[in-house]
């Protein structure tokens, strides 16, 4: 399950909650995988070299939003105003490899990045899926540079070996403030057509639903029925199109489309039967949000059902801490990998938080060549110092991270680190002496 967020931000800050956006408070079965991406973030020069050197004020808003509910923050990209970001289960970490990013300015002649697309691949089970998040030109008259712009985002290769292009992923997702407007018809028609929810009336006349019919490229992408009002122009903070002066026309500005590619448009040889479709994507809502009002744009999600045929079943590595942990003494990690694994001395094995938020947020690690202390054919031991285990105990996970492959290729199950017992008496008996040192104060007091 993959929830979809697209929302042009206004350069506004985070609003208070975002229950209903992330549908957290839904009764259905819990997501698998949170992609938002955003456009107009702020990035005035002072904001965006802050933001260069920390994580900017949205990605620490989701992470703090998400992460307690056990997802961490996969990857994420940012280009000037735009920002892409990737939250998954720590369930399905083992199985995410080949993440890569990229991004493709196309403002002021490709020279400028207020326009463009940022771009997060992977492979997920397997299976090869690629997200891009676009804010392409503005104003009624340009939807054929809109249409350039994104054949040039669709055209953007991967660093790296054997990364297939934008289109040769089995799945792509295409959305952000695509900017196509309602053409033709005038901005009472359209009002009133809203006003009176006929958007059918509008569908015809939407630049993207036009361009799809003519352009061969748009052909494959699908977008679910537009059953809610134009996304653009809002007065902030209402749900009153724009009364300035400008008065915009309303627009559905604000799209997510996807492409499955298709497995079978390759002619088997003959005698062959076709290959089997191991991957389909079906579309369980598409929606806007109308009470978030923080810019003129209305945030849209796309709630998804993937449904994957496994490519990859065991994890690269699996690892257990061994015997009761505390601070007490040194501990004890125990792992196997596959014997295909491309093992590195930069590998590492992370102690993190269960609600941790992103692979860097590790409390501490060990090296896995480094802090070996046993090996057999099965399996390998690493230790980690007492020195280094949290004294006030909690519940943790260990992490494998491997170098080679630029990500978490195991996962423990979560398990207690006991309080440090030593610690715990020396701050009774200081608490003990303190409270004894208080009642002969208040004796001494009383005799005088």
Not at 60 to 75: E, Q
Not at 175 to 183: E, H, K, M, S, V
Not at 365 to 376: H, K
Not at 429 to 442: F, I, V, Y
Request: glycine share 6%.
């Amino acid at each position: 399950r993959l929830h979809l967020v697209t929302w042009n931000v206004g350069t506004a800050s985070p609003p208070p909650d975002v229950t209903s956006l992330l549908q957290l408070n839904s009764l259905g079965p819990t997501m698998d995988m949170y992609v938002i991406g955003l456009q107009e973030v702020n990035s005035r020069i002072t904001n965006f070299l802050s933001d260069m050197a920390f994580d900017d004020p949205w990605s620490i808003f989701f992470m703090t939003v998400l992460s307690p509910l056990g997802y961490i923050k996969l990857s994420s990209v940012r280009m000037q105003g735009l920002l892409l970001l990737i939250f998954v289960k720590h369930v399905h970490l083992p199985f995410i490899r080949d993440i890569h990013t990229h991004y493709t300015r196309t403002g002021l002649y490709g020279y400028w990045g207020n326009k463009g697309g940022v771009t997060v691949r992977m492979s997920l089970y397997g299976h090869t899926v690629c997200f891009v998040n676009c804010h392409l030109p503005a104003h009624m008259e340009n939807t054929e540079q809109r249409l350039d712009d994104f054949e040039k985002i669709l055209e953007m290769q991967f660093e790296g070996e054997n990364i297939p292009s934008t289109l040769d992923h089995d799945v792509l997702f295409w959305f952000g403030d695509l900017n196509f407007r309602i053409a033709d018809y005038g901005i009472h028609f359209v009002r009133e057509s809203i006003n009176n929810k006929r958007y059918n009336l509008l569908w015809e006349k939407d630049q993207l639903n036009m361009a799809k019919k003519k352009e061969a490229f748009l052909q494959e992408f699908i977008e679910g029925p537009l059953q809610f009002k134009p996304t653009y122009k809002f007065d902030l903070y209402s749900d009153v199109y724009d009364t300035s002066e400008k008065k915009r026309k309303p627009a559905w500005t604000d799209r997510i489309l996807w492409r499955v590619k298709n497995l079978c448009q390759h002619a088997s040889k003959e005698g062959e039967f076709p290959e089997e479709q191991t991957i389909s994507v079906t579309l369980n809502n598409y929606i806007s949000h109308m009470s978030y009002g923080i810019s003129d744009h209305k945030p849209v999600t796309g709630t998804f059902g993937l449904e994957l045929k496994p490519l990859l079943s065991d994890p690269l590595v699996t690892l257990n801490p061994e015997g009761e942990w505390s601070a007490e003494h040194d501990v004890l990690i125990s792992y196997s990998a596959v014997p295909e694994f491309p093992s590195s001395a930069w590998d590492w094995i992370g102690l993190f938080k269960v609600a941790f938020r992103h692979m860097n947020d590790y409390v501490t690690y060990a090296w896995v060549e480094d802090d070996e202390i046993s090996s057999n054919k099965d399996s390998k031991q690493v230790y980690m110092s007492a020195a280094e285990i949290p004294d006030m105990g909690g519940e943790f996970l260990l992490c494998y991270y491997s170098n080679n492959l630029q990500s978490i290729v195991g996962i423990s199950q979560p398990f207690q680190i006991q309080p440090n017992r030593t610690l715990i008496e020396k701050d009774l008996t200081q608490e003990e002496n303190s409270w004894m040192q208080k009642t002969d104060n208040l004796e001494s007091h009383d005799e005088f």
